[in-house]
């Protein structure tokens, strides 16, 4: 495993550049392929990727939840030394007959969710456990108190809210603490950036922010990146490393607490993207950047 960049997420300091796991279940793939999956983690450990996000409901079907916490397992289980790697997932959406989706935030739901994953990563305490969707019928502070109490309980280690707002990180931060809360996971890229506040509100408060769809969600990798912001291609000829590396690298600028967790399908995809780490932009290039978006 190469030793890179680490970054604070709650208790754990883990890579400054993750893994998202969710290719190896949804997708463009009728039929995941679990062999490359699993080797896809492997490069990723080799990389020194040593955070790796999923969530229960990563699965090729509704009744396949828990498909992407297994394969995560399965890779990891697979190798002789993991003790450095943290393992994220996430609950609270739901999914049924039909692939009729909701969200459902109830601590029996929870409860239930929690010792779901728990069988399918085949780990007697999660790592870090993230409310995955706010659940708009429940309080959301009453909500992170039953994550507390989970906590408290021995199941989860850590706690993080995804896809949240300045207002719930806040609420969060009250119920827990300032500290107790590891992380928040929104949607950043170049293509989406309205959670620029959420990210630097995380910074002064000492909270990890993983940006997930880092580049933009678009599964074509470096060659979508490229086309849709020349300007990322042209630093990275200069510097002679894919656009993805550049992306990765802007965000790895915006503050030490974040952590951006590209997905990825093939060994390839996920080695490149973690070289990011090793990338240095100038001051005259990060305006480059910023200039683009206005």
């Known amino acids: 495993m190469e030793h890179v960049q680490t970054r604070r997420l709650g208790p754990f300091m883990v890579s400054a550049v993750g893994l998202g796991a969710m290719p190896f279940s949804m997708g463009d793939r009728v039929s995941p ?17 040593t955070y790796i996000d999923t969530a229960d409901i990563y699965a090729p079907s509704w009744d396949t ?12 289980s697979s190798r002789s030394d993991t003790s450095e790697v943290i393992v994220g997932t996430k609950g609270g959406i739901t999914r049924g007959p039909g692939e009729s989706w909701g969200r459902d935030g109830s601590p029996d739901y929870l409860r239930r969710a929690v010792e779901a994953s728990l069988r399918a990563l085949r780990r007697e305490v999660i790592d870090l456990y993230q409310w995955h969707r706010p ?71 000492g909270v990890a922010f993983l940006p997930w769809s880092p580049l933009g969600g678009t599964g074509g ?13 042209e630093i990275g000829e200069q510097h002679g490393v894919s656009p993805q590396q550049v992306v990765i690298a802007w965000e790895l600028s915006l503050g030490d607490h974040v952590i951006p967790i590209p997905g990825a399908s093939r060994p390839a995809s996920i080695t490149d993207s973690a070289k990011a780490v090793h ?5 005259d290039e990060l305006t480059r950047i910023e200039g683009q978006f206005r």
């Open 65 to 76: 939840m828990g498909h992407n916490e297994e394969v995560v397992a399965e890779a990891l």
């Open 135 to 205: 659940d708009r019928s429940r309080v959301y502070g009453q909500v992170i108190e039953t994550f507390k109490a989970l906590q408290d309980e021995g199941k989860i280690r850590a706690i993080g809210i995804s896809n949240a707002n300045i207002e719930e990180i806040d609420v969060a931060i009250e119920v827990l603490g300032e500290g107790g809360l590891a992380s928040v996971q929104n949607e950043f890229s170049p293509r989406f950036r309205s959670s620029r506040s959420e990210l630097e509100h995380c910074g002064r408060h």
């Open 33 to 49: 392929d679990r062999e490359q999956a699993i080797a896809t983690v492997h490069a990723a450990l080799d990389a020194g990727v």
């Open 279 to 283: 990338l240095r932009l100038t001051d």
């Open 221 to 233: 990798g470096s060659k979508e990146v490229g086309q849709a912001y020349p300007v990322f291609q």
